[in-house]
């Protein structure tokens, strides 16, 4: 009997993470389309590799499509294949991702950059498991999961026909939502540990830790690009700290390669309620602890301003559905 795989490493402890953990495997469960959202960095794909390993789909193939990458012909092709002749230069048949994937799950990232002739096609191969080679006759079968991610908002797209809001409708038959970093903050420490060391593992030396200064400039950093910069990082500093073999714990934290040592100091996410540099002060402050305060305050102002209207208070702070829900349960603001 074939073992079963293992789904990929997803690392953190913070609630938002681990709720999004959760609901991801349990949408694995049942055979549908599934819409992963989150900023770019965020493990969108990993969050993908999960529901299909833990899915009856576990030991097909997981076939991938970066679909930002490819301009509308070339992506129709790799997806849907084509036939000898089809076009100039296709000298003969070409299986294209969804034959790959039979029997499995087809992941496509960045969804929202794939054509409206392409989202069509999409949508056929959803509604009714059926598909045409390029240049071809044969009508194909599909049993393929379809798992989609974007980085953007696919309803705003959809409002201004720049995105098939019927192809919408059937991709999120359920949405899970992979966390932005600045939201699971208590994830950093140990994230940027686990990237450090398997640098230091890649070039033979012990990793010996983050300093306290190395920490608080990470926990700092508002990061834009989320995990994956983080990945860079950690990684980075401790090729910095092995190659200069100053021992010690890892002190220099390069956030910004361009720009020396020092990290760049971005504004945090909520930047109104911020002292100016003139006002700052002088005491030791415990910077998340205020955060949290300024962030639980806003959230609970907006949720009584609408009446408890969780949509319409995520609206008024600019979050998502599921973002503003993440906020509720880590406040505990819902009794």
């Not at 953990?21 to 900023?39: C, D, Q, Y």
């Not at 299986?95 to 029997?103: H, L």
């Not at 969780?310 to 505990?332: C, F, H, N």
Request: hydrophobic share 40%; with cysteine; proline share 5%.
């Amino acid at each position: 009997m074939q073992a079963r795989p293992s789904p990929p490493e997803l690392l953190g402890q913070s609630r938002v993470f681990l709720d999004a953990l959760e609901h991801a495997s349990h949408v694995a469960e049942i055979n549908r389309p599934v819409l992963i959202t989150g900023e770019r960095g965020s493990g969108k794909e990993l969050f993908a590799g999960r529901i299909h390993f833990l899915s009856g789909r576990w030991d097909g193939p997981l076939i991938k499509v970066n679909c930002a990458a490819m301009n509308e012909e070339l992506l129709e092709s790799e997806l849907f294949g084509h036939e000898a002749g089809a076009f100039s230069g296709a000298t003969r048949k070409h299986k294209g991702r969804f034959e790959r994937a039979e029997g499995g799950t087809l992941f496509l990232d960045e969804i929202s950059s794939a054509s409206l002739r392409v989202q069509e096609k999409l949508l056929r191969v959803i509604e009714y498991g059926e598909y045409d080679r390029v240049g071809g006759e044969e009508t194909l079968s599909a049993d393929v999961r379809i798992i989609a991610a974007a980085n953007v908002d696919l309803r705003a797209l959809a409002r201004d026909n720049k995105f098939r809001a019927d192809l919408l409708d059937r991709l999120a038959f359920d949405v899970v939502l992979a966390p932005p970093l600045r939201d699971r903050r208590e994830d950093i420490g140990l994230l940027a540990a686990h990237f450090a060391s398997a640098m230091a593992a890649e070039l033979g030396v012990q990793f010996p830790g983050f300093s306290p200064e190395a920490l608080a400039a990470l926990h700092a950093h508002a990061w834009p690009g989320n995990v994956r910069e983080l990945k860079n990082v950690a990684e980075r500093a401790l090729f910095r700290w092995a190659a200069a073999d100053r021992g010690g714990l890892v002190s220099d934290i390069a956030i910004d390669p361009f720009g020396g040592a020092l990290p760049e100091r971005q504004p945090l996410p909520d930047t109104a309620s911020q002292p100016a540099a003139d006002d700052a002060p002088e005491e030791r402050i415990d910077l998340r602890a205020r955060l949290d305060e300024i962030e639980k305050r806003l959230a609970t102002a907006a949720l009584s301003r609408c009446g408890g209207n969780q949509k319409r208070a995520a609206e008024a702070l600019s979050l998502t559905y599921d973002q503003m829900r993440g906020v509720i349960r880590k406040y505990d603001l819902s009794k």
